[in-house]
């Protein structure tokens, strides 16, 4: 079946440092891609998606571009922020669920 | 618009009890997802309904349960609890059937099962 395997965590960085959380995936067909980031206390919020090879996603400064030939969707930002201290999820969805990776968390320290 | 809203936000049960949780979904949208977060397991799905008809199911037992209004509203239910049921669980509205359709996340109902 599907699945998608993120880096592990946790991930500890300065404010204004770069940020790259690994994800690969396996899946039939040509599936949809996304970023989900949990802040504490909350639930899911789409931070970005693409649906077919080559696509990048971006929101917020952070970018991720569906390759389909290493089979990869991984996130970076440039200069992160103490705001972006939450745990991020990658997903695929082929058709009606959405498959998720175990979670990266990410702090930033100030 | 308002966001996908759960309640209650937390719950505290005891073993063999049964509970239920609700989900209202964004106005407009007819599909509501639900899925279990655990630490152990992390997020898996639970099932999808769309238009009151349960379309898909993931892979837990049959005490979990759910349906759909015709309002959109979703409920689903745990029966004869176990300690392994405590998890935050997760609704998620879209405005059609599929995940290819972008899903919203409501806050999570927190199950904690004694």
């Known amino acids: 079946g599907d699945s998608v395997t993120q880096m592990e965590g946790p991930v500890t960085l300065s404010e204004e440092a770069f940020l790259t959380i690994n994800c690969t995936y396996t899946a039939t067909g040509y599936p949809s891609l996304f970023w989900y980031v949990q802040y504490p206390g909350e639930g899911l919020q789409l931070l970005l998606k693409?649906?077919?090879?080559?696509d990048k996603g971006s929101n917020k400064g952070f970018e991720a571009t569906y390759r389909k030939e290493t089979t990869s969707f991984h996130l970076e930002k440039g200069s992160v922020q103490v705001s972006d201290s939450a745990v991020y999820f990658c997903a695929l969805t082929n058709d009606y669920k959405l498959s998720f990776g175990a979670g990266t968390t990410v702090t930033v320290r100030a | 618009k308002a966001g996908v809203t759960q309640t209650p936000r937390y719950l505290i049960k005891t073993r063999g009890q049964q509970v239920t949780l609700s989900c209202s979904p964004i106005s407009g949208h007819r599909s509501v997802s639900w899925y279990q977060q655990t630490p152990g397991q992390g997020l898996q799905f639970l099932f999808e309904?769309?238009?009151?008809?349960?379309?898909n199911k993931g892979n837990f037992p049959g005490r979990f349960s759910g349906r759909q209004f015709s309002n959109s509203r979703s409920e689903m239910n745990v029966s004869t609890l176990e300690l392994g049921d405590s998890a935050l669980y997760l609704c998620?509205?879209?405005?059609?059937?599929?995940?290819?359709?972008?899903?919203?996340f409501g806050p999570g109902t927190r199950l904690t099962v004694l």
């Open positions: 998620a509205s879209s405005p059609g059937a599929g995940g290819r359709n972008e899903q919203f």
């Open positions: 693409a649906t077919k090879a080559d």
């Open positions: 309904y769309f238009s009151e008809t349960q379309r």
